[in-house]
């Protein structure tokens, strides 16, 4: 979905994903904020293989993937 700040896009995924679980379906949602977050954690304790893992034993293929960009925050530079 896209469109401007405001619109309920995050809100009209959250619903569409729930509704989609009540009725049977596998659904992974992620704020993309928190798995950056997560994800620089895991690296700077040096345990992102295992986060990685862990996130390979999701549903192998979830009916829907939903990834919100609610609360964007700017990428610090640095290496990869």
């Known amino acids: 979905m896209v469109g401007p700040t405001g619109t309920g896009r995050s ?3 959250c619903a569409l994903g729930n509704k989609s679980c009540r009725e049977g379906f596998s659904v992974i949602y992620n704020r993309m904020p928190r798995l950056f977050a997560d994800l620089a954690q895991a690296r700077g304790e040096g ?3 295992r986060l990685i893992a862990a996130g390979a034993r999701q549903p192998a293929h979830p009916s829907a993937v939903i990834c919100s960009t609610s609360s964007m925050i700017a990428m610090t530079g640095g290496p990869c």
């Open 11 to 13: 809100c009209l995924a």
């Open 47 to 49: 345990r992102l293989a």
